[in-house]
């Protein structure tokens, strides 16, 4: 695998965005609902906050425990800083990882997507080469059978809706 500067430019735009969201929640915005099922702001920020250092654990080699529930820590934006740096330091050391950033950005972006939403934030305000590039990863691996219990099948977005929109609907949110 050749990862390219460009992919690694547009993992840490996704990585800041998600930053961004990441601080903007305050502890009266933990038990707001979400797009993902089942999952409150709490639930979501602690799969966002962990995300980055299990993908990290993936660029070094190594296998994390995708299945672990992740307990939100108390300074969640430090602790997703620190996570992110780690993830960016990972590709820095390991630029040919298999795989490439692409699946990890197209988490970021719809993550970033579902927090966003249950903030009441513009998705417009998004990086849209984020989404435009998570969507291409998405609509080429996630197939109908290898969706599994996290995507629901994929939604009809509106005719005018934007690249983030698009990806929701296509990651099965409702929108």
Known sequence: M???RDDLATLDRG???LSTLVEAVQPSDLERQTPCTDW???ELLGHVVQGPANFAASVR???PDWSAAAE???DWSATFRSNADDLRAAWDQNPDAPGGPGF???ELAVHSWDLATALGKDAAELDPEVAEVAY???SQALTPERRGAAFKPEQEPA???GPYERLAAFAGRSI
């Open 72 to 74: 939100l820590p108390q």
């Open 136 to 138: 291409a990863t998405m």
């Open 159 to 161: 005719g005018d809706a």
């Open 40 to 42: 409150t702001v709490r």
């Open 2 to 4: 050749d990862t390219t």
């Open 104 to 106: 990890q950005v197209a």
């Open 61 to 63: 080699g190594e296998s």
């Open 15 to 17: 990585l800041t965005q």
